[in-house]
């Protein structure tokens, strides 16, 4: 399955400031993150740790084919870069690895994204929690796929509550085949297909970003969703208790960031910028919440576009998003620092 497409870690990847070689208080993620090799069949499943396996998407031939501006498939070597010097914020019992990239030269959007969903499904294996790095927001339907197809292992009818931070629906219809804005209609579909609960909650829609039959769509489909207008307006407690009511009603949940959700001043890099964006830490607030839920079972973040980004400004919040991630689960399990 892990044919050429699938490209290890390199170890010159990870690296940064170095404060100390043997005080783990001074150490930064590029020191404590290893390498995983997806390909290793001696792999065993982690046990008594906690572990996160970042999986780069370097793709964006979705938003090529949905006319959008390309260059998010280098997205994941910026964010990784952001991320290196981070600081380790919690106990030696967390682990962090680098499973790598999945690459989609050479074949098709489609092909690429069954690749990503058998590594998604491998890292879950392992009892490692995906964090994919994006890569077009095609990487969601990649990353569902592989939930579905890891936990469909475990029950017959497997209950995913899908948690979209974007200015768009991706709900558009794909008779000439998938991009990154149909991800969340064909997880409709497949869902129809498998007689399977179709969970949808969007947050941060863009009335200005999405037509009225996007609307009637989501309607149709039963999809949650606040607009980004609301949001702003609002305090946070009202997005909070949409959020519980969501959650309560689900055993899993998958949450996925579109960059384009924030406003332009905190991402420029993306590929459909967003004047009147939301504010990430309101963004973070939230995510804190589902994760405090203990049952999210895999995360990425997308549409960080490197030739876009302004002093590496959106993948420098894409890292952030994640420390605050890393650090929230550790927390949750007594591993925070």
Sequence with gaps: MFNKNYRAINDSTWYG?????????????????????LRDENLIPLK???????????????????????????????????????PCDFTKDVLLFDAGDILSENISLEESQTLLAAAVEKILSLNLFPIILGGGHETAFGNYSGILNYLAKKTDKPKIGIINFD??????????GGNSGTMFRQIADICKEKNLDYSYFCIGIQKHS?????????????????????????DNWSVLEKLDDFI????????????????????????????????????????????????????DICEVSPRFDLDSTTADLASLIIFSLVNTVAHINNLGL
């Design 17 to 37: 400031r170095i404060d100390s070689l043997d005080n783990y208080d001074a150490f930064r993620w590029h020191q404590w993150v290893k390498p995983l090799d």
């Design 48 to 86: 008594d740790k906690l572990g996160f396996a970042f999986l780069g998407f370097c793709c964006d031939e979705g938003v090529r084919r949905n006319k959008g501006r390309t260059g998010a498939a280098n997205g994941p070597q910026s964010i990784r870069k952001e991320m290196a010097n981070l």
């Design 167 to 176: 200015a768009h629906f991706d709900l558009r219809p794909y008779p000439e």
């Design 210 to 234: 999405n037509t009225v039959d996007l609307f009637k769509t989501a309607d149709r489909l039963g999809v949650n969703y606040i607009l980004a207008k609301d949001i702003i307006d609002s």
């Design 248 to 299: 309560k009603l689900q055993d899993h949940i998958y949450v996925t960031i579109c960059t384009d959700v924030f406003s332009t001043s905190y991402a420029p890099g993306v590929s459909a910028t967003q004047p009147l964006g939301l504010d990430p830490e309101r963004v973070l607030k939230f995510l804190k919440h589902i994760l405090r839920s203990n049952k999210t079972v895999s995360f």
